[in-house]
C-alpha cells in the first residue's frame, strides 16, 4: 500500500481536488477542476514553506482549498460500505473525523514534493443533465510514465464536489475499503476509529520532528 498510498497522494495534491466558491457551481466540473488545480499547484511550487515541507502551512492550504469541497461524509460512508448504516450519529462523525485527518496528512506529505508536474485534461464524456461524472485526466513528470487519474464528481445544492479517485486503476474508496473492514471485523466501528486515531497521531508526531 506504500507505493499506491504515494500515487493518491501524488494526485490529490497536484490536482488539488478543489472548487473556489458558489458562483463556480455553474462551471462544468472539469473547466472546474483544471481552473483550481492549476492554482493550487502553482502555488505549491511557488510557496517556500510549502517547499520546505512546513506542516503548518500546508495542512492549512489543505483545509482552506480542499476539504471544504470534498463531499467526506460519502467518501467515508462508501470506504466504511454496510458498516456505515450499522454505526451510531457520534461513530459516523468520529469515523468521518479521523478518515478526513488522515487524508489531510496523505495530501500534506505530497504538497511539499510538487515540483514540475502537469496536468493534462481528457474530454469530458457526460450530458448537461448529468448529476455524477468522471472527469479524467493525467499528471506528466520530467521522468517516469504519466500517471493516469479519474476523478468522481457529484453535483449538490451547493455545487460540483468529489467524493472518489482513481490513481492508475485503483479508486481511493477501495483501497481504504479493505482496510476499514478488516479493522471492524477486528474490533467493529470503534475499534477502526482508534486505529485511524493511533495513525493520525503518529503522523502528527512525525511531522512534528520534521519542524
Given at each position: 500500500?506504500?507505493?499506491?498510498?504515494?500515487?493518491l497522494?501524488?494526485?490529490?495534491?497536484?490536482?488539488?481536488?478543489?472548487?473556489?466558491?458558489?458562483?463556480s457551481?455553474?462551471e462544468a466540473?472539469?473547466?472546474?477542476?483544471?481552473?483550481?488545480?492549476?492554482?493550487?499547484?502553482?502555488?505549491?511550487?511557488?510557496?517556500?514553506?510549502?517547499?520546505?515541507?512546513?506542516i503548518g502551512?500546508?495542512?492549512?492550504?489543505?483545509?482552506e482549498?480542499?476539504?471544504?469541497?470534498?463531499?467526506?461524509?460519502?467518501?467515508?460512508?462508501?470506504?466504511?460500505?454496510?458498516?456505515?448504516?450499522?454505526?451510531?450519529?457520534?461513530q459516523?462523525?468520529?469515523?468521518?473525523t479521523?478518515?478526513?485527518?488522515?487524508?489531510?496528512?496523505?495530501?500534506?506529505?505530497?504538497?511539499?514534493q510538487?515540483?514540475?508536474?502537469?496536468?493534462?485534461?481528457?474530454?469530458?464524456?457526460?450530458?448537461?443533465?448529468?448529476?455524477?461524472?468522471?472527469?479524467?485526466?493525467?499528471?506528466?513528470?520530467?521522468?517516469?510514465?504519466?500517471?493516469?487519474?479519474s476523478y468522481?464528481?457529484?453535483?449538490?445544492?451547493?455545487?460540483?464536489?468529489?467524493?472518489?479517485?482513481?490513481?492508475?486503476?485503483?479508486?481511493?474508496?477501495?483501497?481504504?475499503?479493505?482496510?476499514?473492514?478488516?479493522?471492524?471485523?477486528?474490533?467493529?466501528?470503534?475499534?477502526?476509529?482508534?486505529?485511524?486515531?493511533?495513525?493520525?497521531k503518529q503522523?502528527?508526531?512525525?511531522?512534528?520532528?520534521?519542524?
Amino acid at each position: 500500500m506504500n507505493m499506491l498510498s504515494k500515487l493518491l497522494a501524488i494526485a490529490l495534491s497536484v490536482s488539488a481536488l478543489t472548487f473556489a466558491s458558489a458562483a463556480s457551481a455553474q462551471e462544468a466540473p472539469d473547466a472546474l477542476v483544471k481552473r483550481i488545480s492549476e492554482d493550487v499547484l502553482n502555488t505549491a511550487k511557488s510557496d517556500k514553506d510549502i517547499q520546505a515541507g512546513n506542516i503548518g502551512r500546508i495542512v492549512a492550504l489543505v483545509e482552506e482549498k480542499i476539504l471544504p469541497y470534498v463531499d467526506s461524509e460519502r467518501m467515508t460512508a462508501l470506504a466504511a460500505g454496510r458498516y456505515w448504516r450499522q454505526a451510531t450519529p457520534e461513530q459516523q462523525k468520529q469515523l468521518m473525523t479521523e478518515f478526513r485527518s488522515l487524508l489531510i496528512y496523505t495530501y500534506s506529505g505530497a504538497l511539499s514534493q510538487v515540483r514540475d508536474q502537469k496536468i493534462e485534461y481528457k474530454p469530458l464524456r457526460a450530458d448537461p443533465a448529468d448529476t455524477e461524472v468522471e472527469v479524467r485526466s493525467q499528471v506528466i513528470q520530467s521522468r517516469g510514465e504519466p500517471i493516469q487519474l479519474s476523478y468522481r464528481l457529484e453535483k449538490l445544492a451547493t455545487g460540483w464536489k468529489l467524493y472518489d479517485v482513481n490513481v492508475m486503476g485503483a479508486w481511493l474508496v477501495e483501497a481504504y475499503k479493505g482496510t476499514f473492514q478488516s479493522e471492524i471485523t477486528k474490533g467493529g466501528i470503534d475499534g477502526l476509529i482508534k486505529s485511524l486515531s493511533d495513525k493520525n497521531k503518529q503522523l502528527a508526531a512525525r511531522s512534528s520532528a520534521k519542524k
